[in-house]
């Protein structure tokens, strides 16, 4: 089953906007990761925020992180027609003696209409 | 930095033929990543390596895929025979990672578009 799971599925918002998008999880975690991929391309690595972290900034970007809650949230302030994309949150899932890995959810699909 | 470099692009077969995709990872990352997409499915991961050595296969759905890494600047990733079923898109991604610890992020490659008739 999928670790990390975004919702909403789809969002359309307004230019200028802010798109704020969520995520949640079932294990423990040492870290999530946000990952954004245009139309034809691979994933790009946005922001990865620790489990000992609450929240993060990287430019217009802000991710928080609630442990207890087993959620993330990805704020993309003043959006842009550029920011039409998808979105994918990773869980990198705690496992004790294994190795872990990356698990991405099935992504959020912005739609930023100019 | 070219970053990770996928080959071919795009490929077209027919069912039953061998189909190999290359993958050429950031120079100085010592992890691999192969990854499938589709609508249906998502993001799966594979198979990954680490320091050449495959780690965790478990995602490789079948005896009809397979994965080498012989040195640290090369994958690949093999089909043999085809079906219609495995057309998706094939990502590979690297990162500077380590065995038993946490995780840094993955730089993937454009992507092989593969398509099986």
């Known amino acids: 089953s999928q670790q990390g799971e975004e919702d909403p599925q789809a969002l359309s918002i307004q230019e200028g906007e802010n798109a704020t998008m969520n995520c949640s999880y079932k294990t423990s975690i040492n870290n999530l990761q946000w990952y954004r991929q245009n139309s034809g391309r691979g994933l790009v690595h946005l922001i990865l925020i620790r489990s000992n972290e609450r929240e993060k900034h990287s430019g217009r970007l802000r991710v928080t992180l609630d442990t207890s809650k087993k959620s993330s949230s990805l704020l993309i302030t003043a959006s842009r027609a550029a920011d039409t994309a998808s979105y994918f949150c990773?869980?990198?899932?705690?496992?004790?003696?294994?190795?872990?890995?990356?698990?991405f959810g099935k992504g959020i699909t912005l739609s930023v209409r100019p | 930095d070219a970053g990770v470099i996928q080959s071919p692009r795009h490929e077209v077969t027919e069912m039953g033929q061998e189909v190999t995709l290359r993958c050429k990872p950031i120079?100085?990352?010592?992890?691999l990543f192969w990854y499938r997409q589709t609508m249906m499915r998502g993001l799966e991961l594979l198979i990954y390596f680490n320091n050449n050595v495959p780690i965790d296969d478990s995602g490789m759905p079948e005896d009809r895929f397979s994965a080498k890494m012989p040195n640290a600047s090369f994958s690949t990733l093999k089909i043999q025979p085809s079906e219609p079923r495995d057309s998706a898109v094939y990502f590979c991604?690297?990162?500077?990672?380590?065995?038993?610890?946490?995780?840094?992020?993955?730089?993937f490659g454009p992507g092989t578009r593969l398509t099986v008739t």
């Open positions: 120079s100085g990352h010592n992890s």
């Open positions: 991604a690297s990162s500077l990672s380590f065995v038993l610890q946490n995780l840094y992020e993955q730089y």
């Open positions: 990773a869980t990198d899932a705690r496992k004790t003696g294994a190795n872990s890995k990356l698990t």
